[in-house]
C-alpha cells in the first residue's frame, strides 16, 4: 500500500507542477531554498528550460 501512495502522491505532484508551469513568472531568482524542477524528456529539457532547472527523469507505468 505505501507504494501506492508513494506512486499516487508523485504523480499529484507532476501534475501540480505541470498546471503551475504556466503561471510561473519569466525570471525567477533560484537559490538554495529554491528549485525547479523539470520532469520533461532530456531532448525537450537540452532544448529550452528555466535558468537553474534540474532536469529529472520520469517513468511512465502501464496498469
Given amino acids: 500500500m505505501s ?3 508513494n506512486l499516487f502522491t ?3 505532484a507532476v501534475s501540480l507542477i505541470a ?4 503561471c510561473a513568472p519569466a525570471k ?3 537559490t538554495d531554498k ?3 524542477v ?3 524528456t532530456p531532448e525537450a529539457f537540452a532544448i529550452s528550460h528555466m535558468e537553474g532547472a534540474i532536469n529529472v527523469i520520469t ?4 496498469l
Fill in 19 to 22: 498546471g503551475l508551469a504556466g
Fill in 28 to 30: 525567477l531568482e533560484v
Fill in 3 to 5: 507504494r501506492v501512495r
Fill in 10 to 12: 508523485a504523480v499529484l
Fill in 38 to 40: 523539470d520532469v520533461r
Fill in 59 to 62: 517513468v511512465t507505468l502501464i
Fill in 34 to 36: 529554491v528549485a525547479i
